[in-house]
């Protein structure tokens, strides 16, 4: 990426002065590592959000819009442009609707809509980050995914300069995926529609969730969330090298179709393994940690060697849920 005129650097700060120059993005990803934004601003709203995309585009500087940073990796470099924290975190209920901001931390929707009585996203309290990136990777755990709540999503096209939204058929939402992952729109809302239930009902699953996370999921610890998407397959032929490899799988993993990666990694033993000060977590294999100073091309070199030893003795490909930003 071409480095930042100091005059456009200089234009882009006259027109938005809230912005910062040389942010380090460490200081606004879960896993705590990021070299330099030549350019970052916080984006309180929507329309703020509309404009600072507008005068970036105007200046011909490249730019990126992120929510909570909870699945992001940024590259120790840095990133050459303009990084935008949407952090619009507006929300309303309307009925069995709840349409939120993209900045919305996603717990924070998850136990509004509980306290609403509203059923069908108490998952979502386990769910780092926010609904915008939430939204973006089809994101779930504990048995629920954003395809099932997702509604509607309103969008911005910056190719055009026009809104559109989609419904929960046109955001083609696949296992950690969407349209959104491929086409350029600037996710704006995202409009759930949950059913009517019991209010105490839904906070105690709440509850439950959270401490079922708390028991499966490293604690204190700074880590990008899940790294790698488990590996999903059609047919049982897929797991012959798997099934050849020590004691048998487990059967709700044949019936879902899904292999967790995280079952997978500590099959092979690879828990606790660490390049630099980067390491997999002793507690869950599909969790990387930062034990303090870790760098990102860490994170990716420990994750290149999970994937070649997967690859290698269990014939499965891992891919990449983690996002990367800079590289």
């Known amino acids: ?8 650097i200089t234009s882009f700060l006259q027109i938005v002065p809230t912005a910062k120059r040389d942010e380090l993005m460490s200081n606004h990803t879960s896993v705590k590592i990021g070299g ?4 970052y601003v916080v984006a ?3 329309a703020e959000l509309l404009r600072i995309i507008g005068e970036a585009a105007r200046l011909n500087i490249p730019f990126v819009v992120f929510g909570g940073g909870s699945n992001l990796l940024v590259a120790d470099d840095g990133y050459e442009g303009v990084v935008i924290q949407a952090a619009d975190r507006s929300m309303r209920i309307e009925g069995e609707r709840v349409i939120a901001a993209s900045g919305a931390p996603t717990g924070v929707v998850a136990r509004a809509a509980a306290e609403a009585g509203l059923e069908g996203f108490e998952w979502g309290i386990g769910v ?5 990136g939430a939204t973006y990777g089809n994101a779930g755990c504990f048995g629920g995914e954003m395809k099932d709540v997702v509604s509607a999503v309103e969008t911005y096209d910056p190719a055009h300069g026009s809104r559109r ?6 955001c083609r939402f696949g296992y950690r995926d969407s349209r959104f992952k491929h ?4 996710l704006l809302e995202t409009t759930l529609l949950l059913r009517p239930g019991n209010r105490e009902t839904a906070l105690t699953r709440m509850t439950e969730v959270m401490e079922k996370r708390k ?3 490293p604690q204190g610890s700074f880590s990008a969330g899940c790294l790698f998407k488990n590996y999903e397959f059609q047919d049982g032929s897929a797991l012959d090298i798997l099934k050849r490899h020590g004691d048998g799988i487990p059967e709700t993993f044949l019936t879902q179709k899904r292999i967790p990666a995280g079952w997978l990694i500590d099959r092979l033993g690879l828990k606790g393994t660490s390049i630099g000060q980067a390491q997999i977590s002793p507690v869950h294999g599909n969790f990387f940690v930062n034990r303090g100073g870790a760098r990102a091309q860490d994170v990716l070199a420990l994750s290149s060697f999970v994937k070649m030893k997967v690859r290698d003795e269990l014939g499965i490909l891992l891919e990449d849920e983690v996002q990367l930003i800079g590289w």
């Open 1 to 8: 990426m071409n480095k930042l005129s100091e005059e456009a």
């Open 36 to 39: 330099p934004a030549r350019l």
């Open 44 to 46: 309180p709203s929507n």
């Open 128 to 132: 780092p980050g926010t609904i915008g």
């Open 165 to 170: 939204t989609f419904s929960n058929a046109d």
């Open 183 to 186: 086409d350029p729109y600037i």
């Open 215 to 217: 028991a499966s999921q």
